[in-house]
């Protein structure tokens, strides 16, 4: 027993005391945050857990059981309000990532006053619970033994986490540009005066995303572990045996984060997610413009194909055809992007032919070899400036020395 280590447990019960008074949270859901909170937040710094706190004071969790649908309209009625009737939508591409319709998720939404300005940023969080009295057996019931609860605790420290993640300066608006961040993600929208009182909201890009879910997703694996006590490698075997089913973060795209966070830059990403604060994303960027795999990447921009995230959709077609699309799609201007874009360009190709890779049910030797050297150099264009970067800054000598260890 580590003597020196203060007990936080009064601290966390306190916060969820609150927010289960204010927002009305069951036994149920109480005891799942009694113990996700330590879980998430042990090692932590004081002013991170502040955020968190934050967070958990003004962001309802919404448990919904299995057998309702979610229905988000209803959810954004009663969390947001009857707010920005003058705002339309402006129409913009779809990815997968929006197409996705999953069990749980973090929304937000920014009121508008009647001049366009920014009021007050909305939020709330919902996951399902499933019901025990229904599964007598299969992988939920054991899931529901696992957890003791209906809830799922793993999806509901994913969302907590990009909730935690967007608490610290989520918004910055300038001449009709608007940038909400959650974590390392950062969506950027227009707005434009349409003369008549109304304005048009058009989403123009979205950066980060795919390096966002990849820590979001490792964090959550990191905290699970403790919310279950258990070693992490025991941890990521109940995605693989049973009964947790893995997202599709886990594994490629959530294995670059953690390998990030056994380098030096571990840390400025963890920061950047926090705080959104660009002096981590400088340090970054910085760190990897020094590699000669960023600079052998930025001499060899034969395609240029625009700075916009580009995005493959659900593939109908023959596995040939589409492989050849993949390897059309993915060459962004990587003159005109940051490292860290870069990086997120990898993961954002890693995630897609993940997705994708499910919707074939034969691959011939030929299409396999051609799909595993796209997934192998997408994650080389992550793994490799990163590797270089911590070589960097720990000496030419590192490796020597890890190998020592
Ligand atoms: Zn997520």
């Known amino acids: 027993m580590d003597l020196f280590k203060v007990d936080f447990n009064a601290e966390y019960n306190h916060v969820i005391g609150l927010a289960a008074e204010k927002f009305g949270y069951d036994e149920d859901l109480q005891e799942v945050l009694k113990k996700a909170l330590p879980a998430m937040l042990e090692g932590h710094s004081h002013e991170e857990k502040q955020l968190f706190y934050k967070m958990m004071s003004h962001t309802p969790i919404v448990v919904v059981d299995e057998d309702s649908p979610v229905n988000k309209k209803e959810l954004e009625r009663k969390y947001f309000g009857n707010i920005n009737s ?37 939020q709330y969080l919902y996951i399902k619970r499933a019901n025990p009295e229904k599964h007598r057996n299969g992988y939920i ?3 529901i033994d696992l ?15 990009h909730a935690w993640c967007s608490e610290a300066n989520p918004l910055e608006y300038e001449d009709g540009v608007l940038k909400e961040r959650c974590g390392a993600c950062t969506t950027e929208f227009t707005i434009t005066p349409n003369g008549d009182g109304t304005y048009t909201r058009t989403r123009t890009g979205v950066t980060g995303l795919y390096v966002e879910e990849a820590f979001n997703t490792e964090m959550e694996l990191e905290a699970l572990s403790k919310y279950l ?7 990521d075997a109940l ?29 400025d990403f963890q920061n950047y997610r926090l705080t959104g604060d660009k002096k981590y994303l400088d340090k970054i960027n910085g760190a990897i413009e020094k590699t000669e795999a960023h600079q052998r990447r930025m001499d060899s ?15 109908s077609d023959s596995i040939a055809e589409f492989l050849t699309r993949c390897k059309n799609v993915y060459y962004p201007d990587k003159e005109n992007m940051t490292p860290f874009e870069i990086l997120d360009n990898a993961l954002n190709q890693s995630f897609d032919l993940g997705i994708n890779k499910l919707k074939f ?20 264009d992550a793994y490799v400036p990163i590797n270089q970067a911590r070589d960097l800054i720990l000496g030419k000598d590192s490796k020597s020395k890890e190998e020592q260890k």
């Open 239 to 267: 995605f693989k045996t049973g009964p947790l089913i893995k997202s599709n973060y886990q594994g490629a795209v959530s294995g670059v984060a953690n390998h990030i966070l056994t380098t030096p830059l571990g840390k």
């Open 229 to 235: 006590n258990m070693g992490r490698e025991a941890t």
């Open 361 to 380: 049910d034969v691959f011939d030797d030929k299409s396999f070899g051609q799909y595993k050297a796209l997934s192998y150099s997408a994650l080389s």
């Open 86 to 122: 003058h705002i339309i939508e402006g129409a913009h591409e779809e990815s997968i990532y929006d197409q996705l319709e999953g069990d749980g998720s973090f929304n937000s939404e920014i009121e508008f006053d009647e001049n366009a300005n920014v009021v007050a940023r909305k």
């Open 301 to 315: 921009s034969n395609e240029s194909r625009g700075k916009d995230q580009v995005f493959l959709e659900p593939a």
């Open 141 to 143: 019931k054991d899931r």
């Open 147 to 161: 957890f003791k609860t209906g809830i799922n605790v793993s999806h509901l420290m994913h969302e907590l986490g």
